[in-house]
């Protein structure tokens, strides 16, 4: 099955502890994006990954780490996690850019940090 | 800069009444727009995109370049409609960025 997998789906964790969230696709998608919701807010990008080893800001970049070493995986790092980084986390992936193509979402994964 | 604004953050009507879910955007360019939705308990999901200019599940959206908006429209509505709506801007052929608006709650009562 098409999809975008997310992992963890949940996650508690303490203040400074780095942590990984990792998304992947099989869909053979060149882009791939997270995402934060929070109440209010909507959706925020965080960055954006546009092909193997190509990787932008978005609109909330801060506290967070990205890397695109393959194709299908596009893991999310927050080296010292803090409480403004409780969220729900999103990320996505499409064929081509975020323009014109279908966005296709995992999930989420649900960060609490204490 | 480029923003997406949803006014509503909450829509109620009964079933049958038309809906209309108001986007505004600003950006000074040509803008690629979208609308998104998320049921309860599933994956967000694309809806509907202005340049298919298409009408998904009986949901229209007409981008209105002079007003900055991109409206979407049903003319009756349905329970299942029931879910939050996101409206998203994209910069026309720059593939990066995409920037969603804050989400409209449709509730839509029998």
């Known amino acids: 099955e098409a999809q975008v997998t997310q992992n963890p789906r949940y996650l508690i964790t303490v203040t400074g502890k780095k942590l990984t969230v990792t998304c992947s696709q099989n869909?053979?998608?060149?882009?791939m994006s997270w995402y934060r919701q929070d109440p209010g807010l909507g959706l925020r990008q965080i960055y954006y990954?546009?092909?193997?080893?190509?990787?932008d800001k978005g609109d909330v970049p801060e506290g967070y780490k990205v890397s695109r070493k393959e194709k299908r995986n596009f893991p999310l790092i927050l080296e010292s996690p803090s409480p403004n980084q409780t969220s729900l986390y999103f990320c996505?992936?499409?064929?081509?850019?975020?323009?014109?193509?279908?966005?296709?979402f995992g999930p989420g994964t649900r960060l609490t940090v204490l | 800069a480029q923003r997406v604004t949803q006014p509503e953050k909450l829509l109620s009507v009964f079933k049958g009444a038309p809906v209309e879910l108001k986007c505004n955007y600003s950006?000074?360019?040509?803008?690629?727009l979208f609308w998104y939705v998320q049921y309860s308990r599933q994956r967000l999901q694309l809806l509907l995109r202005?340049?298919s200019r298409e009408s998904i599940k009986g949901f229209t959206a007409d981008l209105n370049k002079g007003e900055t908006s991109f409206h979407l429209k049903k003319p009756f509505a349905q329970e299942e409609d029931s879910a939050m709506y996101y409206c998203?801007?994209?910069?026309?052929?720059?593939?990066?960025?995409?920037?969603f608006g804050q989400g409209t709650e449709l509730s839509v009562k029998p």
């Open positions: 990954s546009m092909n193997v080893e190509v990787t």
């Open positions: 950006y000074s360019g040509s803008p690629e």
């Open positions: 202005h340049i």
């Open positions: 996505a992936s499409s064929l081509g850019g975020a323009s014109y193509n279908e966005q296709f």
């Open positions: 869909m053979n998608h060149e882009y």
């Open positions: 998203a801007l994209s910069r026309y052929n720059q593939g990066g960025k995409l920037i």
